[in-house]
Every structure is written in structure tokens, then in C-alpha cells.
């Protein structure tokens, strides 16, 4: 089992940048990628941006250029730079790990089989 912990949420004006952080631990070891996933009242968990062990990334459309997903496996730490936020990137942001590579791809949620608790990005306009 792989114990994940997302940080670095918060509350920005439109156009400013924030960065997650995941601190990964336990079975990190069987970790085949991670991902950023955000999700809003009423709506399904949406994928934002993936990396696996090889260091393939995978962006969704609504995120491309303006976000980064990075990783320092020393640290078993994942990262996720926004830039250029806008009010349409409010949600919460969870951090999952998974067994399965996902390449350049966003994998569905149902691929990743350890969720940290979220943490809250507020882009007020």
C-alpha cells in the first residue's frame, strides 16, 4: 500500500501560480506512475496531468502549457506546477499512484489504486 499526502494548495487571484506537492510512502516500490487528478461538486474526478517511472508525462487539454508534473524520486515526492491559473482550475486536487505505466496518456481514475486526501485550489477571478 503506498500512503500518499498532498500540500501546497491554497487561494490565488487569476493568473498566478501555485505548486502541490504529494510525499509518497510505503510500497513506493510497485509504483508505476502518478497523477493529478481535480475534482468539483457534482462532477467526476478529472485527470490533469500523469507521470510514470520512465518519466513519460501526460497532460489534459484544459492544462497544457500552463501546468507541470514532475517528480523527485529521492524525495518520493510528486510535484505539480500552475501557472496562469485560472477560476475554471478551483477544485480539489488529488495525487494517485498506480501499477499501471501511463505513458503519454491520462489514465481514468479507476487505474490508480492509492488516493491521497486532496487538497484545495481557489482561483478567484
Known amino acids: 500500500q503506498v500512503h500518499l499526502v498532498e500540500s501546497g494548495g491554497g487561494s490565488v487571484q487569476s493568473g498566478g501560480s501555485l505548486r502541490l506537492s504529494c510525499a509518497a510512502s510505503?510500497?513506493?516500490?510497485?509504483?508505476?506512475?502518478m497523477g493529478w487528478f481535480r475534482q468539483t461538486p457534482g462532477k467526476e474526478r478529472e485527470g490533469v496531468a500523469t507521470i510514470d517511472s520512465y518519466g513519460d508525462t501526460g497532460y489534459a487539454d484544459s492544462v497544457k502549457g500552463r501546468f507541470t508534473i514532475s517528480q523527485d524520486n529521492a524525495k518520493n515526492t510528486l510535484y505539480l506546477q500552475m501557472n496562469s491559473l485560472k477560476p475554471e482550475d478551483s477544485a480539489m486536487y488529488y495525487c494517485?499512484?498506480?501499477?499501471?505505466?501511463?505513458?503519454?496518456?491520462?489514465?481514468?481514475?479507476?487505474?490508480?489504486?492509492?488516493w491521497g486526501q486532496g487538497t484545495r485550489v481557489t482561483v478567484s477571478s
Open positions: 510505503g510500497d513506493t516500490y510497485s509504483v508505476a506512475s
Open positions: 494517485a499512484a498506480g501499477r499501471v505505466y501511463s505513458g503519454a496518456s491520462i489514465l481514468p481514475a479507476y487505474m490508480y489504486t492509492s
